[in-house]
Structure formats: C-alpha cells, structure tokens
C-alpha cells in the first residue's frame, strides 16, 4: 500500500464568540483536511490546525512521504522532523508552549491517522482495532461550557444566546445536556474574576446534582488564587484544569488543594512527563492525539499514565468529524482513559466535512464508528464549500486576542491575570 496522492486542503467554518483567557473565538475557525491516497485506490483522512504556519509545513511535508508504504510510520515520522526544523506555532497560548518537537508531532498527526484510517480499511477493521482493540463500545464526552456573546458583534445573535454569568452558564448547559445527553460538564474558565467563575461553578452543581464538573482557566490564576479556588470549591470539582502556569506552580497547587489537576498546558510533550510526574504536579492528563504525535503515540503516551499512575482525560480544540472520529477510536482503545472527553463538536452546530450518519452521539456518548478505518467518509460537497469559506474569510491563523481588542481596545490576555 503505497502512498501515491496526498491532498492537503484548508477549510474554514463558522464559530460563536466563545470566551477564553486569550480573548473570543473569531467568527470562522480554521482546519486542514489531509487526504492519503495508495497505489491500490484506498484514501485515508486526517484533520489537524489550519493556522498557516501548520497549512504550509504540512504542504512541505506532503511531498516527502509520497512513494511510502502506509504502514512505514516510523520512516516518516524521520521525514517529517528533518523538513520541521522550527517551531510551527503556539497555538493562540492556550495549549502550552510551542517546541520543535511538539510542532513535529503535530504535523505528523494527521498523515499517521490518514494511514491508520487506510490500514483499517484494507484489513476490513476499525481503526480502534489497531490500535489493540475497543474496551468501550461508545465514549463519552462533556458539555463543553463557554462564557459567550449573543453573537458576533455586528452580526445576529446566534441559536446558543448569551452566557455572561452562572445563569446564562446554566442555561447553556441545559441545552447542550438536552440536545447531546452529556453526562458531565466542563466549564472554560479565566475570562471573569475568579470569584465569578466560583459562582458559575456552585450554580452548576446546584442546578445538575452528581454531574461531575470541571473548570479550565487556562492558566489564568497565580499560585495563591489557585489554591484559594480549589479550597472553596471543594466537594463540587471532578478535577480542576490548568489553573496556573508551569510544571512547579501546578505542583505548589496540586499539593493544597483537594481536587486532582488536570493539564493539556503543561505537560505537552514527552519530556515534560518525568518532572509532572516528580513533583506530583498533576492527576489527569489530557490526551490529544492532534499534539501528542497521532493515535499510536498517545496509546503509548496513555500506557505510560497507567503506569505512573495519572488519570486521562482528551482535550480538544475546535473540530469536524474526522477529528471527533480519531478522538472516539483512540478514547475507545484506551482502557485507562475513563474520565469524559472534551468536544468542541456542538459549537460547530452541524457544519461538518463528513457525510452525515456515522457520527451521533446518545447519552452524551459517541458510539465507535462501526465501518472499516475510521468509518467516516468525505462529504466531497462540504469540503469544496469550506474551501471556498477558508479563502473568503480572511483569517489565516486564530488569533483571540486580536479579535477581542477590536472590541476592548485595553485588553490583555496576560497570564496569570488574577
Ligand atoms: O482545554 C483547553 O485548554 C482548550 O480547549 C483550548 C481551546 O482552545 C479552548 O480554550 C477554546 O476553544 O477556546
């Protein structure tokens, strides 16, 4: 099975003002749709970030791994780090610090799950099946909470309406638990004093008794806040996400407060997992096959938490559904990943690249695809039509912060900020 195309196409779709503590989501975001293609006909999808600096090394590797067997992982992994000589991206700030080798794991994750996507499909199984097999047969995700905006400023308010304080939070979190069956929720954090956020998060408890709850700050909080934070919220948190910066300020925390920590900010590649893991900085890490190097990477990445003893939970970013499809075999394939994963996929209300009917989710869960490789196909249709929306919407890398000063011309997304 030898890798004869490889089409590298960025799509664009509509996002609400979501809030975080980098500033609002913009009104288009960004993805990259990898598609592989063999000698024998079979095409394997991948997605990732569509940032520009991401698009174009993407666009430089591609050409590199042509002429590979799909199963020949390894040789292109070597391929892929000897062209990302640099650091591709940051990402906005929100998912930790930029590396030369995070960046690489990050551009070989999609063409490694196009190729996964392939072999599953030519041996007839799903992709959960390399990757040794489904220990569940549907994963569960959260309600993934966000502060926002009626709408864009300038624009109609949109379906999700405001959500501003706990009320506006409550409600959010009743529609999406009506329309999705979640089963725990996830606040996004370090936007309002923290007070405010403590505030959110009782009314959260109150109004779903028993629904696990989780708040990310993204890092918002020093030290001292965080472990105010975590004091008072006592007894309401499954875990408390990225509260603070850095390996020594989470683990200062971790050892006050009475709820584990959770991170996709300061364990984000392989070398930051012996001094977590020292300092007992953190309980549950959150996976994310996008930077952690593809699915079988994580696999290994998972196998080590178990032996460390940390928890897993999956982080997200916004997403279509060969993503949610990646995510669901990986999470199914994982025995010790046992915490709720995060999704973006209400936020993205519908629009996808993926031919409806393999996806859903029921009981706040997504059942693992049944079809062969990831078991999603290409809505070729959707695809052209994201392509078109990437070219015309102007935004070439997702920047929050830019975005929200258009409208608070004095505002800062530094960090910690309280
Ligand atoms: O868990 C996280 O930190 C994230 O999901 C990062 C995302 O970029 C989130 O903050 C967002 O969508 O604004």
């Known amino acids: 099975m030898i890798i004869r195309q490889i089409h590298v196409t960025p799509v664009a779709f509509r996002d609400p003002p979501l809030l975080n503590a980098a500033g609002v989501h913009e009104p288009w975001a960004l993805r990259t749709i990898v598609e ?124 999700f309406g405001e959500a501003l304080d706990e009320a506006g939070v409550v409600e959010q979190a009743a529609l999406l638990i009506k329309e999705y069956g979640f089963k725990s929720i996830k606040l996004k954090g370090g936007v309002f004093p923290p007070d405010q956020e403590i505030d959110a998060i009782r009314a959260l408890h109150e109004a779903f008794p028993g629904v696990p709850l989780r708040l990310d700050p993204n890092a918002a909080w020093t030290v001292e806040t965080s472990i105010r934070v975590g004091r008072e919220l006592e007894g309401t948190l499954q875990y408390l996400e990225d509260p603070t910066p850095g390996i020594p300020g989470m683990a200062e925390v971790a050892a006050a407060v009475p709820m584990p920590l959770a991170t996709n900010m300061c364990v984000v590649t392989p070398e930051h997992l012996p001094p977590a893991i020292a300092s007992s900085a953190i309980g549950v890490l959150l996976l994310d096959h996008h930077y952690w190097g593809g699915l079988v990477r994580s696999s290994h990445i998972a196998a080590l938490c178990d032996t460390f003893g940390l928890s897993l939970s999956m982080h997200s970013n916004s997403h279509l559904g060969i993503s949610l499809a990646a995510m669901t075999h990986l999470a199914a394939a994982t025995p010790n990943l046992t915490f709720a994963c995060d999704t973006h996929t209400p936020w993205q209300d519908g629009q996808d690249v993926v031919l409806p009917g393999a996806l859903r989710f029921t009981d706040g869960a997504v059942p693992v695809p049944a079809g062969p490789g990831l078991g999603v196909e290409l809505d070729r249709d959707a695809l052209a039509a994201m392509n078109e929306a990437y070219d015309k919407c102007g935004i070439l890398a997702r920047d929050d912060t830019t975005y929200m000063q258009r409208f608070e011309p004095s505002y800062s997304a530094r960090r910690p900020r309280w």
Request: with cysteine; proline share 5%.
């Open 36 to 159: 592989v293609v063999t000698d024998e006909g079979l095409t394997g999808l991948g997605e990732t970030y569509g940032d520009i600096k991401h698009l174009e090394k993407m666009r430089e590797c591609a050409p590199a791994l042509i002429g590979l067997d799909v199963h020949a992982t390894n040789t292109m992994y070597a391929r892929i780090s000897a062209i990302v000589g640099d650091v591709v991206s940051d990402m906005h700030g929100l998912t930790g610090v930029a590396t030369k080798e995070k960046s690489i794991d990050r551009i070989f994750s999609p063409f490694e799950v196009a190729c996964l996507d392939i072999r599953g499909k030519a041996a007839g199984v799903p992709v959960a099946d390399l990757l040794g097999g489904k220990v569940r047969d549907a994963v569960p995700y959260s309600a993934y909470l966000f502060y926002k905006w009626a709408g864009h400023p300038g624009g109609e308010p949109d379906r």
